[in-house]
C-alpha cells in the first residue's frame, strides 16, 4: 500500500511540473505576442490605439 501510495505521489508530481512548464511557456508565448514590435500600423492606427505622429507635423512646431 506504501508502494502505491509513493507511486501516486511521484506521478502527481510529474503532471505538476509538466502542468507548470506547459503554462509557463503559454505565457511566454503570450508575453513575446504582445510586446513584439510591429512593423507598420493598421489603416493608420497603431495596434494600441494611438495615432502615429506625423513626420511633418513634428517639423511644424
Keep these: 500500500m ?3 501510495l509513493a ?3 511521484v506521478a502527481g508530481g510529474v503532471f505538476f511540473v ?7 511557456k503559454a505565457e ?9 514590435p510591429t512593423d507598420r500600423p493598421l489603416n493608420g492606427v497603431s ?5 502615429p505622429a506625423k513626420a511633418d507635423s513634428a517639423s511644424k512646431n
Excluded: Q
Design 2 to 4: 506504501k508502494k502505491l
Design 7 to 9: 507511486l501516486a505521489v
Design 18 to 24: 509538466i502542468k507548470r512548464n506547459k503554462d509557463a
Design 28 to 36: 511566454a508565448d503570450l508575453w513575446r505576442e504582445a510586446t513584439a
Design 47 to 51: 495596434p494600441n490605439g494611438n495615432a
